[in-house]
């Protein structure tokens, strides 16, 4: 019976760490390491813990401001837990942003324009960016770039320099190539009016557009550092996309997948 109690409470502490984006602001968090590191910029404290907060209470809020609006009653334990924590992650947010300079804030408004409006119906037919069929993959992979590889280059005030573009072109095709996981997963879920690339082009289709964007990273690698650890991390990812599926294991996207920027972190910074 103990077993079983410590098992059931591990597993309700892992699915916490799951569901409320904490996995998912570490595998954020990382990348903008690695962008600290790869271009000899600052690893600043507050500007770290702000990347790891805004993610939470960013993610968190694209994912459930739908539900927020249903009765608090009818909200489950879990989801007030959720709501609660996110709301703790938020203060510390506003605490951290209390130190950065008006510039900086500047800097974040495209960013944080592009998260409200792909959670916030704006368009006709109560409609947000992440209903618009085909595009929800590219404004993700767009926002996590410029979290990760933009904002730690604006607030160091550094110049846009060659390897700033590669760094950032880099990720942006990284992150597609991580997404496509998550898309064949939720074919079985998602609307057929999202019209995503596994509805639109089949399974395999889409895995070829995700290989082909670790292809581009590689190619972009050899203008780089070429660090082992890059094409490591490169070959995981293809690796990741050819064993997907629609019936994939439950953690398989949201935690294997999820990770590979945190190993890659863990690799960087290590070594």
Known sequence: MLYLYLMKSLKGLFDFYINSSIHVAFAVLALALITEKQLNLDLDLYFNLFIFLGTITGYNFVKYAALAGLHHRNLTDRLKMIQTFSFICFIGLVYV????????????IPLALLTVLYAIPFLPHKTNLRKVPSIKIFIIAAVWAGVTVYLPVAYNVTNFSTEFYLEIAQRFMLVLALIIPFEIRDLT????????LPQVLGIKKTKLIGLSMVLGCIFLEVFKANALSTYAILFLTALAIIRSSSKQPHYYASFAVEGIPILWGIFILAF
């Open 97 to 108: 942003a209390y130190q950065f300079t008006v510039s900086f804030w500047i800097s974040c």
């Open 189 to 196: 879920y998602d609307s057929n009016a999202l019209g995503t």
